[in-house]
């Protein structure tokens, strides 16, 4: 039998972790640097981690379901690279803004550095459609696209 710290799963633990907490860490401005942070019952127990997360599949890697959510049981999953990349793609950089003018209301999305701007009478229409923009936007994570 061998240590839980011998176990496969033990390295995802420590750098999910890392990526939180550790300054120095690569990837910290896109974890912790932004928020991101590991739940209570995992931070110090690794046996809860795996508790929690089960043997992971055959090709599939952690992955948060709310990419700006913390790493949690009820946040986590094992995904394919393929959900994962479009996870980040379409909810990592994802920044929404509505600016009033003089006459009308702008609403700037910017979606992975490339901005998209339009422009409504009233605040109710700016707000409806950054509303459906993030509709649209979960649903392809979702279905897959």
């Known amino acids: 039998m061998t240590t839980l710290t011998k176990h496969e799963l033990y390295p995802v633990w420590l750098m999910m972790k890392q990526r939180c907490y550790n300054i120095n860490h690569e990837a910290y401005s896109r ?16 046996a809860n981690f795996l508790a929690d997360m089960g043997e992971r599949p055959s090709g599939l890697t952690l992955d948060r379901e709310d990419n ?4 949690s049981p009820d946040n986590c999953v094992w995904s394919d690279h393929r959900t994962q990349q479009h996870n980040r793609s379409l909810m990592y950089d994802a920044k929404c803004i509505v600016q009033r003018g003089p006459t009308n209301f702008r609403v700037q999305i910017t979606l992975n550095g490339k901005p998209h701007q339009r422009r409504f009478n009233t605040l109710a229409e700016a707000e409806d459609y950054l509303a459906d923009c993030r509709f649209e936007r979960e649903m392809h994570f979702r279905l897959g696209l």
């Open 31 to 46: 974890y912790g640097g932004r928020g991101i942070t590991v739940c209570e019952r995992w931070l110090h127990s690794f």
């Open 68 to 71: 700006d959510g913390p790493y």
